[in-house]
């Protein structure tokens, strides 16, 4: 059964701390992305990556960055982190940039930032 | 720009059919896809276009029409499971996804 684990369901951090998002995926996939997610938008892709060590911007940078040392892991971290990045994060992982291939999302991690 | 649009809310009747459009206007096009999403929890896949015409998949259905722009997701004898979220994503030129904002679907007894 495909998986992609995120490290945390919920998080509350404080107004400027550096917040660290992990996902990790068991199915060899090459492509993994972040998505943040908030009420009346659709996903808004913020960092991809195709290969270990290889990153990509996606539509909304700013405020983040990320991580891939390697290929089942790719962390996102906020570096100093603010009220607007309270959101519902999202990783997913595909194997492919082949156009028929569907993502596989983790459960998501609903940051509170305070 | 990109754009999807998916009407926000929908409520349907256990036991009915109910039809979620989906209109896009992307650059380039490599298929549609549809994932259902329940609250607080992660998308799950339904659906991929890239031909004009139905698939159906039991219960579900998806339809394509590239030279309207549009598509609909179908589901027939609806099940208070099937209260949830509907996502539809448009692959484009770059090979991403590009998403619309979702529609909540309600099923009511």
């Known amino acids: 059964d495909v998986k992609v684990t995120q490290s945390s369901r919920y998080l509350v951090k404080r107004t400027g701390e550096k917040v660290f998002l992990e996902c990790v995926q068991d199915?060899?996939?090459?492509?993994m992305f972040w998505y943040r997610q908030d009420p009346g938008l659709g996903l808004r892709l913020i960092y991809f990556s195709y290969d270990v060590k290889m990153k990509e911007k996606g539509d909304i940078p700013e405020g983040y960055s990320v991580s891939r040392e390697k290929k089942e892991r790719f962390s996102l971290i906020l570096e100093s982190a603010s009220t607007n990045q309270t959101s519902m994060y999202l990783c997913?992982?595909?194997?492919?940039?082949?156009?028929?291939?569907?993502?596989?999302f983790g459960q998501g991690t609903r940051l509170t930032v305070v | 720009g990109q754009n999807i649009d998916q009407p926000t809310e929908m409520t349907a009747t256990e036991g009915a059919i109910v039809q979620i459009n989906c209109t896009y206007q992307?650059?380039?096009?490599?298929?549609l896809f549809w994932y259902q999403q329940h609250a607080g929890e992660a998308p799950t896949f339904l659906s991929y276009n890239v031909l004009d015409g139905l698939e159906e998949k039991g219960r579900f259905s998806s339809f394509l029409s590239r030279s309207k722009g549009y598509s609909y997701l179908l589901l027939k004898e609806l099940q208070m499971k099937d209260s949830a979220s509907y996502l539809c994503a448009v692959m484009d030129s770059n090979y991403q996804l590009i998403w619309g904002a979702g529609t909540k679907l309600i099923i009511k007894p």
């Open positions: 997913a992982s595909s194997p492919t940039t082949d156009s028929q291939t569907e993502a596989f």
């Open positions: 199915m060899d996939h090459e492509n």
């Open positions: 992307t650059s380039g096009f490599n298929g």
